[in-house]
């Protein structure tokens, strides 16, 4: 969903459900589940907040299963104009790390929805808190089967594997 800002009326816009936005991702599998942003703006500064909660397919990283993730993320987001020209140089504020631009007075919420649960996803993630993996002698995975093989020695240590024995006498 694109707004023009210079269409945004003074009591702001409001939007609420899925339904205020037919296809918010580029990847289809992602669905939306719940969101609610107001969109005020002061001058040509734009303010948008909100909460957006989606489903999003995952591969845990420990045991390769696949398994659906639920990004929660709150919205709270200021946007300005971009630059006029690439040109331009300006030193950036405290607040610049938290503000965005928009071009040709167009600003696309299915991006900012996008980005907000892109931003909520797990860099590492996991199916469950505590999944066992794929044992890596035999490749089970864990979860799903018990393992019968001895745990591996990190061969790091092994310089390090006599030394008890060597201090003792």
Not at 25 to 41: G, H, I, M, S, Y
Not at 42 to 70: I, K, M, N, W
Not at 99 to 127: Q, R
Not at 128 to 143: F, H, K, S, Y
Request: proline share 8%; charged share 30%; glycine share 8%.
């Amino acid at each position: 969903m694109v707004i023009r800002v210079s269409d945004i009326p003074e009591e702001g816009l409001r939007f609420e459900g899925p339904e205020a936005f037919p296809e918010p991702f580029q990847d289809r599998a992602w669905r939306l589940e719940a969101a609610e942003l107001a969109v005020d703006k002061d001058g040509d500064v734009v303010f948008v907040h909100g909460l957006v909660r989606s489903r999003v397919p995952q591969v845990c990283s420990r045991c390769l299963e696949p398994y659906e993730a639920t990004v929660e993320a709150n919205v709270d987001t200021r946007l300005v104009p971009g630059a006029a020209t690439r040109g331009e140089e300006r030193e950036l504020g405290r607040d610049d790390l938290e503000t965005d631009v928009y071009a040709h007075d167009l600003i696309d919420l299915n991006a900012l929805l996008e980005t907000e649960t892109t931003l909520g996803l797990s860099m590492k993630p996991l199916c469950r808190e505590g999944c066992g993996g794929l044992c890596p002698t035999c490749g089970v995975n864990r979860n799903a089967a018990p393992c019968a093989c001895p745990p591996a020695a990190d061969p790091r240590w092994s310089p390090l594997k006599g030394l008890a024995d060597r201090l003792s006498k």
